[in-house]
């Protein structure tokens, strides 16, 4: 199997080119990120070029976290803002090569609805035809009241968007502590998955503890044929380095 560090939380506290540096240097085979925003988009792309490693995917901002948004897409009064930050990533990801975008829903918060999201994913899908759309839904402990918290409300929204470049982003964290029921749903789901990331739960460390089995997990997503690099997406004690030697084990 390959991986692909997640940079949002791995080596997060070194500037993105430095920790996509430290990807490269301990063995992964791609890097992604949260927020890339702060660094040039050229400045990205070099450190790319230097590492060989390709960036598999980025987030449109979140929009005013301080006030409390997690996204923007599904919110009903925020379209221009949203429709920004879909062109922002847009723009960051076609000069750094990367493949796909994680196109942030936002709170429900009686604001959120169904046909803005859909309205603001199709646009997204027609301006980037050749990158991957992604949403994913997350978990209720981590991003409360967050719009999209099932795989069956993202399975409608795809169905409905009905465009070959939107997929669902499945964060085996995420949909344990959801719905649980990992590997039928991966099994399920895998012709609308565009992106898979692991992390033990519940904590969200090292994928190598918990209540979900990585071995078996990793196994069956290979069984199943899916030969792109994991997200590892999780959060490291402060200072530990990736154990690559759990990695190297599932390679
Ligand atoms: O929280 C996650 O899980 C993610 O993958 C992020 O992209 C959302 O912030
Ligand atoms: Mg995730």
Redesign the pocket.
């Given at each position: 199997m390959k991986f692909s560090a997640?940079l949002?939380f791995l080596w997060a506290d070194r500037p993105l080119p430095d920790a996509i540096r430290a990807a490269k240097a301990v063995g992964f085979d791609a890097v992604e990120c949260?927020w890339p925003y702060d660094v040039p988009a050229e400045e990205t792309r070099s450190v790319l070029d230097e590492t060989g490693l390709a960036m598999l995917g980025l987030?449109t901002r979140r929009g005013d976290v301080e006030a409390g948004d997690n996204g923007l897409s599904a919110l009903c009064h925020r379209r221009e803002e949203a429709r920004a930050a879909i062109d922002e990533a847009l723009a960051y990801a076609r000069v750094t090569g990367s493949s796909a975008v994680?196109v942030?829903a936002g709170k429900s918060r009686g604001t959120a609805s169904k046909s803005t999201f859909v309205d603001n994913l199709a646009y997204a899908c027609e301006q980037a035809k050749e990158i991957t759309i992604l949403i994913?839904p997350?978990n209720p402990h981590?991003?409360p009241d967050y719009y999209l918290n099932s795989t069956g409300l993202a399975a409608e929204i795809i169905a409905e968007v009905n465009a070959p470049n939107l997929k669902m982003?499945f964060?085996c964290?995420?949909v344990q502590i959801i719905e649980g029921d990992v590997t039928r749903r991966l099994e399920t789901l895998l012709p609308i998955i565009g992106h898979i990331?692991i992390a033990s739960v519940p904590d969200r460390g090292v994928p190598d503890h918990g209540e979900l089995d990585y071995s078996y997990v990793l196994k069956r997503i290979h069984e199943l044929g899916w030969d792109r690099p994991i997200?590892v997406?999780y959060l490291p004690d402060e200072g530990e380095q990736p154990d690559m030697l759990w990695i190297a084990r599932h390679r």
């Open positions: 997640n949002g949260h987030n994680h942030m994913e997350l981590n991003a982003m964060d964290y995420h990331q997200g997406e």
